[in-house]
């Protein structure tokens, strides 16, 4: 098991453009989690799936965010309409449903640079 | 609500010098406590963590931290830093059903030769 990968892992882009992040969790794991972080500050909750279903929206995402995991496996956020107060480093994390408290496994993050 | 403050937003240390970072939460039950640390450029990586039993855990390279619900606080300990654990240190709460953390703004270490 390669742990949790997110793809790309830097991404600039111009004001206005739409961009995609992809994240594979572990496999086993039916918990996924995207968190945001900006620089200087912790990990902020965006959106929690458990299998496919979205379970929990923050109110941080607004409705130029979408996220996805259509068949309980590999995940997709999108944003669209980038701003540059979306500029920030996002972070799939995954877990597994039962295993005690949850233990989240964190990818190395998609860092997104909005010109 | 559920928060957790870092009062450290830095911290240096000489390499071999005794480390303790703090962190304090807020919330109502036991809540479950977690470290993670982030190297530049990496996500983050499970140090330890508290669910219930001995309130003093130990965790991978080192570090320990103790859980002490009458001061609302689960700080990390490490006897000897190395220079290798520079890097930034996050605690985090998890509630009940613990399907998401609550994290601190960090402590960013900074280890001197």
């Known amino acids: 098991d390669t742990g949790v990968s997110q793809d790309p892992r830097h991404k600039i882009t111009k004001r206005g453009q739409n961009v995609t992040f992809r994240c594979d969790p572990i496999?086993?794991?039916?918990?996924l989690y995207w968190y945001r972080q900006t620089l200087g500050q912790g990990p902020e909750f965006l959106t929690y799936?458990?299998?496919?279903?979205?379970?929990?929206k923050s109110r941080l995402l607004s409705d130029r965010f979408s996220a996805e995991r259509p068949k309980g496996s590999f995940s997709t956020l999108e944003i669209q309409r980038t701003e540059q107060g979306d500029s920030a480093m996002y972070l799939c994390?995954?877990?597994?449903?039962?295993?005690?408290?949850?233990?989240?496994?964190f990818g190395a993050g998609s860092r997104l640079t909005v010109l | 609500a559920q928060s957790v403050t870092q009062p450290d937003i830095h911290i240096t240390v000489s390499e071999g010098a005794s480390l303790e970072l703090r962190c304090n939460y807020s919330?109502?039950?036991?809540?479950?406590l977690f470290w993670y640390v982030q190297s530049p450029g990496q996500g983050l990586q499970l140090l330890l963590k508290?669910?219930?039993?001995?309130?003093l855990v130990q965790g991978i390279k080192g570090f320990e931290a103790e859980f002490k619900r009458s001061q609302s606080s689960f700080n990390l300990r490490k006897p000897s830093v190395h220079w290798s654990d520079a890097a930034e240190y996050f605690c985090?709460?998890?509630?009940?059903?613990?399907?998401?953390?609550?994290f601190g703004s960090g402590t960013r270490l900074l280890v001197r030769p």
């Open positions: 994390a995954s877990s597994l449903q039962g295993s005690g408290a949850n233990v989240l496994t």
């Open positions: 496999s086993e794991h039916n918990r």
């Open positions: 799936f458990q299998n496919e279903a979205q379970l929990e």
């Open positions: 919330y109502g039950a036991t809540p479950y």
């Open positions: 508290y669910f219930s039993g001995d309130t």
């Open positions: 985090a709460v998890g509630m009940d059903s613990s399907y998401k953390l609550i």
